[in-house]
Structures are given as C-alpha cells and as structure tokens.
C-alpha cells in the first residue's frame, strides 16, 4: 500500500514536502517513483528513487529544486520541493516497482502499485 500526503495550496516560489508511506514493499526490492498530472493533461513522471536507492533520477524541469529521498526505517519516501512554479500543480502519485535497479523519471511501464495521490496547488 502507498499513500501519499503533504499537497497543499502554496504560492509560486514556496516548498512543499510530499510523503509516500510504504507499507507491505521493501525499499530494498522495489524502486519508488513520483509522478503527477494536471487537468487535461497526460501523467508525467517526476522523479524515481531505485530499488536499494542504487540512482535518483529527475524530470529535467525539476532537477535543482525538487529533491527526492527515502527512510527506510520509517518506510518513507520523500520529495522535498522547493521553488515551486505554477506548471508544478497537479496530482502527485506515488507508485513502485519491483526489482528496479536503475529507474529513468520518464517511465512509469515498470510501476505496478499506485497510490491515491495527493493535490499540489501552486497559486498566488
């Protein structure tokens, strides 16, 4: 199970820290992806932490202000989001994968559980 917390409204150039519980996965055996979609528009990854957190990857508009990472003693995974812009809105996900050792934030063919995802608002 995935679930995703932390989307609030915030203003352009404010953070925001999304979570993604991780139950019943091992971090070590399944890579955790970020995705997020905005009205009428096709999901988009946003960045992947790989199994055994082996590499990181961002989407090229994030790179430099979101920043992903994982607890695995709380079996947490985070994104740290700073910066935000406008085109940042929309729902993001949470998903895994099992057995991904090197993960691309452009692909989600490999995720086979999603969570329910959690709304990011930028505004002013």
């Known amino acids: 199970q995935l679930v995703e917390s932390g989307g609030d409204l915030v203003h352009p150039g404010g953070s925001l820290r999304l979570s993604c519980a991780v139950s019943?996965?091992?971090?070590?055996?399944?890579?955790i992806g970020w995705f997020r979609q905005a009205p009428g528009q096709e999901r988009e990854g946003v960045s992947c932490?790989?199994?055994?957190?082996?590499?990181?990857d961002y989407e090229i508009s994030v790179k430099g202000r979101f920043t992903m990472s994982r607890d695995t003693t709380k079996n947490l995974v985070i994104l740290q989001m700073n910066n935000l812009k406008p085109e940042d809105g929309g729902v993001y996900y949470c998903?895994?994968?099992?057995?991904?050792?090197?993960?691309?934030?452009?692909?989600?063919?490999?995720?086979?559980?999603w969570g329910q995802g959690t709304q990011v608002t930028v505004s002013s």
């Open positions: 998903a895994a994968a099992p057995m991904l050792g090197i993960c691309s934030a452009g692909s989600d063919a490999e995720y086979r559980f």
């Open positions: 019943e996965f091992n971090l070590d055996y399944y890579a």
């Open positions: 932490i790989s199994s055994g957190a082996v590499n990181i």
